[in-house]
């Protein structure tokens, strides 16, 4: 009985241990799932956290540096910018070395390079004063003119000795010297484009070894409209674009070509009618020693003009608009040019009768005399202009 009850209790000892071992092991259980759980809990909420942390980094990285290529980009566009700028303002610069070019192309001048006159002065009414045939015994005069009344002008000027001080103040001081051929022979010059060619390299060479500037304007012995070549005027244009020269004519006249010395009255008021309401105004004027009374019209023309308060004067420059009066060939940039001329072909009508045409028949008739060839002695060139007559008056 003893043993029985001895087994009975070890028995349910054993059960008892049994069921605490089960409990154990399930609570076990229970915990390791939970740990489970709360692992994988924070391993989904935590893991894509760090991940996305890390990719934002990553994006902002990238931000970043798209910012620093883009600048990048900014920086080598402008430079491409600049560079293609300063090729193209090199290149006039070589061509040109005027003082008043220089002066244009200088340090601050990259945008202005492009601008034409008429861009740079809007509203305003531009005159360029031209001086054919110099230099003279009058051109200091003139000089000393348009210093004091701060002008500056185009001096078209022929090969001649004696006057270097001359050429080199008309580029010191900062106007336009520019070619209107050596020998201003018309048999000459016009007998080929060869001739034409020889006499323009003479000129250009002339005032460059004077003044170490290559001349880039030309005007025409007689103007472009001359008839009295033997050969198409076009042949002599194609020489002057084949040498990257522009060649100017005028819209306004002096009238002060004619043999008779015009009095300073009527050449003052020839070219301030001519101006008139003209935007632009390229005004035909002699350098002449047979020319006094235009040195004394000069100083009226300049400060009539001045008060006006809108006139500009201006030196020719690549910005200045093309006048010409050719018919023959002209582009439709010319034919608007030839629209320029409008005005001052109907001034020079209304004065002195001496139109254009007129002179250019003037200029038949005479047979192209030698007229102000003047090759440095004034005298002879009063005697030619006496003799010749209205040969010049068409320039
Ligand atoms: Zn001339």
Not at 72 to 95: D, W
Not at 223 to 234: A, D, E, H, V
Not at 354 to 380: F, L, P, Q
Request: proline share 3%; glycine share 6%.
């Amino acid at each position: 009985m003893e043993n029985d009850q001895e087994i009975l209790e070890t028995e349910e000892s054993e059960e008892y241990e049994e069921s605490t071992d089960n409990s154990e092991f399930r609570r076990k259980r229970v915990k390791r799932i939970k740990g489970i759980l709360i692992f994988l809990l924070i391993f989904f909420l935590i893991v894509p956290n760090i991940v996305c942390g890390f990719l934002l980094f990553k994006l902002y990285k990238m931000n970043q540096n798209i910012e620093t290529l883009r600048e990048e980009i900014k920086l080598s566009k402008l430079e491409i910018e600049m560079r293609t700028k300063q090729a193209a303002s090199a290149q006039p610069a070589a061509n040109s070395d005027s003082s008043n070019d220089d002066e244009k192309y200088g340090t601050d001048s990259l945008v202005e390079l492009h601008l034409t006159d008429e861009e740079k002065y809007p509203g305003k009414q531009l005159v360029y004063l031209t001086f054919d045939d110099g230099p003279s015994d009058y051109t200091d005069e003139i000089l000393d003119i348009l210093s004091a009344h701060d002008v500056k002008a185009t001096f078209f000027v022929l090969g001649k000795d004696g006057y270097d001080d001359q050429y080199r103040r008309i580029a010191n001081e900062g106007h336009t010297l520019a070619m209107h051929s050596y020998s201003h022979q018309y048999k000459e010059i016009y007998a080929s484009a060869d001739a034409f060619r020889e006499d323009l390299y003479k000129i250009s060479n002339f005032l460059e070894e004077r003044t170490g500037i290559k001349p880039k304007f030309y005007r025409f012995p007689g103007g472009s409209s001359n008839t009295l070549t033997p050969i198409p005027i076009q042949e002599f244009i194609h020489v002057l674009s084949d040498e990257g020269i522009v060649y100017q004519d005028w819209n306004v006249s002096s009238e002060d070509a004619s043999y008779q010395m015009k009095e300073t009255g009527v050449i003052a008021k020839n070219v301030i009618n001519g101006v008139g309401d003209n935007r632009i105004s390229i005004v035909l004027m002699h350098d002449s020693v047979a020319k006094r009374t235009t040195v004394e019209a000069l100083p009226i023309i300049i400060e009539t003009l001045q008060q006006k308060g809108n006139v500009v004067f201006l030196p020719i420059t690549e910005g200045t608009k093309q006048v010409y009066q050719i018919g023959a060939g002209a582009t439709d940039d010319k034919k608007e040019d030839a629209e320029v001329k409008e005005p001052g072909k109907e001034t020079e009508t209304n004065d002195a009768s001496e139109t254009v045409s007129e002179a250019e028949e003037n200029v038949t008739e005479e047979s192209i005399s030698d007229e102000e060839k003047t090759s440095g002695d004034d005298s002879s060139s009063t005697e030619e202009n006496n003799a010749g007559e209205e040969n010049e008056s068409e320039d």
